[in-house]
C-alpha cells in the first residue's frame, strides 16, 4: 500500500467515527437548554445501526427486528411461535419505536418500573410489553424468560438509555390534541375515512397483506385481525393524537400535523365504533376513580354515562376530574 492510500484509509475512517458519534448524540440527546429556544428539541430514537457489538448488541438487534418485524417471528405463521395477531409493533410504534410523536418508546427506559392506575400496581417493561400483546396484538406473550421478551426489553432499554432517569422527553409518546367542544362523531369520521384513509387501509378498513402474506402493508383498523377493546388505541384520544401526526402515513420527522383536530376526533370514533375482538378488562383499573377521561367502559365514579366518556363531550368529564 502506498503511504497515500494509508492516509486516505484513515481519513476516511476518522470522518465516519465522527458522523457517527455526532448522529448518536444529536439524535439522543432531547434535554432542553433552560433560557435557550423555548421549543426543546424533538426526541429522535437512535438508528439500530449504533447498536453495541456482541452478545448485547446481538440480542438488542433481535429485540429491533421482533418489534418491526412482530408477525415474521410470532405473528399466526410466525417462525417461532405462533402468538399473535398478524401485526407488528411498528404497526402503531412507529420506526420501531423510533419516531417522535410516532408513540415510540423514548420515555419507557426512563420511567419504569413504575405504578398504573390501570392494573394498579408497578410495572415492569415486561409487563408494559405483554399488555401490549395481549391487548394491541389481541394474543399470548412471548414468555417472560424466552429469547423473545428479553430481547424486546434489552432494544428498548437501549433506545432509551440516554433519556436521564425519571424524564418523559419532548416528542416521546403520543402527542396530546386538545378535545372538542362537541362529541366527536362517527358519521363525519366516516367521510375523513373514505377519503384520507381507505387508499392504504381499504374500504372494510381490514388493510392489505404485503407479498409473503405473513405481516400487513397496510395493516388493519378492525376486524378479527386488529387490535382488541383493551387497547390503547381504543381510547379515542389516543388513537386522534396518534393519527393526526402520523397518518394519512409518511415520514414526518417534524411532527407537523396531517389531520385537524375535528377530523382526527372524528375518524378516531368512526373506526373505534367498528367490530374488533373483545377483551377481558375485567380486573382493569381496580380504582375506578383513576379511570382516564376516554375510558369507555363503566362503571365511572364520576355519573358521566359510557357514551359520554367513549365519544365526548370531554370537557366536562375532564373538568370534574380535576
Ligand atoms: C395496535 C397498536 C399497537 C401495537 C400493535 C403495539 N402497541 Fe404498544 N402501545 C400502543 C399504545 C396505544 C400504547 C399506549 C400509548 C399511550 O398511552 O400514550 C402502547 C404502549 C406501549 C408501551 C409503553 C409506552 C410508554 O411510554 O409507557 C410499550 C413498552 C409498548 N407499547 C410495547 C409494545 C410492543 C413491544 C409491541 C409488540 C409486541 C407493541 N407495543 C404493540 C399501541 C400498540
Ligand atoms: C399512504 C398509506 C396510508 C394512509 C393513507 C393511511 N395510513 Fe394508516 N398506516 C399506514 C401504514 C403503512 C401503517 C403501518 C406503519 C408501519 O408499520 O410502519 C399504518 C398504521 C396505522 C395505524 C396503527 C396500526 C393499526 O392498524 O391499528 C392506525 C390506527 C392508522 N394507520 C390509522 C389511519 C387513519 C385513521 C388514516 C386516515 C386518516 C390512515 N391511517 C391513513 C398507511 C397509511
Not at 426543546?40 to 418485524?69: C, K, M, N, T
Not at 417493561?125 to 399470548?140: A, M, P, Q, Y
Request: glycine share 10%; charged share 20%; proline share 8%.
Amino acid at each position: 500500500m502506498s503511504r497515500f492510500t494509508v492516509i486516505v484509509i484513515i481519513l476516511v475512517a476518522f470522518l465516519a467515527a465522527v458522523i457517527f458519534v455526532y448522529r448518536d448524540f444529536a439524535h439522543s440527546n432531547a434535554v432542553p437548554v433552560p433560557g435557550a429556544d423555548t421549543t426543546p428539541a424533538l426526541w429522535f430514537g437512535r438508528d439500530i445501526v449504533s447498536a453495541p457489538r456482541g452478545a448485547q448488541g446481538d440480542l438488542i438487534r433481535y429485540g429491533y427486528e421482533l418489534i418491526a418485524h412482530t408477525a415474521k417471528y410470532i405473528g399466526p405463521a410466525g417462525s417461532v411461535a405462533h402468538l399473535t395477531n398478524g401485526m407488528n409493533c411498528q404497526n402503531c410504534h412507529l420506526d420501531a419505536g423510533s419516531r417522535p410523536w410516532g408513540n415510540n418508546y423514548g420515555a419507557v427506559a426512563a420511567t419504569y418500573p413504575k405504578f398504573r392506575d390501570r392494573s394498579g400496581s408497578i410495572e415492569s417493561i415486561i409487563k408494559r410489553v405483554d399488555d401490549c400483546c395481549i391487548r394491541s396484538l389481541n394474543g399470548t406473550p412471548p414468555d417472560s424468560n424466552s429469547r423473545e421478551m428479553q430481547a424486546m426489553v434489552a432494544y428498548i432499554k437501549w433506545l432509551g438509555a440516554p433519556v436521564a432517569k425519571g424524564q418523559k422527553p419532548y416528542g416521546s409518546g403520543i402527542r396530546d390534541i386538545p378535545v372538542l367542544s362537541r362529541a366527536a362523531d362517527p358519521g363525519k369520521g366516516k367521510i375523513v375515512f373514505q377519503s384520507q384513509c381507505v387508499a392504504c387501509h381499504g374500504d372494510d378498513g381490514q388493510g392489505m397483506k404485503d407479498g409473503d402474506d405473513i405481516a400487513y402493508q397496510y395493516p388493519p383498523l378492525w376486524g378479527p385481525h386488529s387490535y382488541n377493546s383493551g387497547a390503547g388505541l381504543f381510547r379515542l384520544s389516543r388513537f386522534a393524537g396518534y393519527v393526526k401526526y402520523n397518518m394519512p402515513y409518511r415520514n414526518n420527522y417534524d411532527g407537523a400535523a396531517q389531520l385537524t383536530d375535528e377530523e382526527a376526533w372524528d375518524v378516531a370514533a368512526f373506526v373505534n365504533s367498528q367490530p374488533r375482538p373483545v377483551a377481558d378488562i375485567s380486573l382493569d383499573w381496580p380504582d375506578i376513580s383513576k379511570k382516564p377521561f376516554d375510558h369507555p367502559f363503566g362503571p365511572y365514579a364520576d355519573g358521566f354515562s359510557e357514551q359520554q366518556h367513549k365519544y365526548g363531550p370531554f370537557g366536562p368529564v375532564k373538568a370534574k376530574k380535576r
